[in-house]
């Protein structure tokens, strides 16, 4: 009797590269705050965003996907017709069918490699960085390119005083492959759909179609928000580092969605970290990207000479549905 072949499946993975675009425009305080009657010292305090880069009607979130994975592809050294599967995380692209991610291997150059969006919002480049871990190590592709992307923009209600002013626009790339040591741990994620109404859209596509809705905005329970994601997450966070076998003192930076920067302190606060960990704190000038926010603020990081390849990081997604993941990975 003939058995299957069995692929050869790698031991160990990392991230190559990171790859950041971010949208055109600047954003200031003063800009948004007229709308919901506010002012930039009550944003600052509330949220601690300064400005926020929003991107023009003319540049889509493709071409900032686009852009962040070309640089990306270009560090890492590999050739893009070696990608295996494309990952795009977001809620903004703006087809039901077919994916972004499909438009994105092609105009790359990962001609004919698998490619597929996730919905998983602010956790969806954490629950993409699981994704492309396994895919590697189950020898399905050598190379994984994970995007978060987001045109939140294109869905902000100027006088919604929920989460409207926290949005920003832009796209990460990473590009995963196999390592002779470990370079991401195993992640912990998951969701709670109980609290699945808490951040999301004011109304479906469908209601806007039957005339009973204006456009969908995103909207959001900020204080059940707010509560949630300091404790419960501090718990994600303090799984994920015992799951990867390392200390809060091995640690070179943590990287958490950029939310909030009050989420962001708590959350540095009940992890006990040493002064050694630096705190991404991207949101200040580039506000909530969702999906791209870990892989801008980590690009981030790097570019500034703040941490140093070969450090780890700590890095914890979590938002609508509520879905969350976090995993602890080596910096490219």
Known sequence: MKTLNQTKT?????????????????????????????????????????????????????????????????????????????????????????????????KVGAHGAAAYDISAACAGYCYGIAQADALVRAGTSKYVLVVGGEKLSDFVDPADRSISFLLGDGAGAAIVGPSDHPGISRSVWGSDGANWDKVGMTSSILDFRDGKAEWPTLVQE?????????????????QALAESGLEASDLSALVTHQANMRIIDELAKQLELPDSVVVAKDIVDTGNTSAASIPLAMHRLLAEGKVKSGGYALEIGFGAGLAFAAQVVELP
């Open 222 to 238: 900020g204080q059940s928000v707010f509560r949630w994601a300091v404790w419960e997450m501090a718990k994600v966070a303090k």
């Open 10 to 106: 790698v031991e160990f993975t990392r991230i190559y590269a990171l790859g950041a675009s971010r949208g055109h425009q600047t954003v200031t305080n003063d800009d948004v705050a007229g709308p919901i009657d506010s002012s930039d010292e009550w944003i600052r305090q509330r949220t601690g965003i300064v400005t926020r880069v929003r991107a023009d009607k003319e540049q889509s979130l493709l071409d900032m996907a686009v852009e962040a994975s070309n640089e990306a592809i270009k560090k890492s050294g590999i050739s893009p017709s070696e990608i295996g599967t494309v990952i795009l995380a977001t809620i903004t692209f703006p087809y039901q069918t077919p994916s972004g991610a499909s438009l994105l291997a092609e």
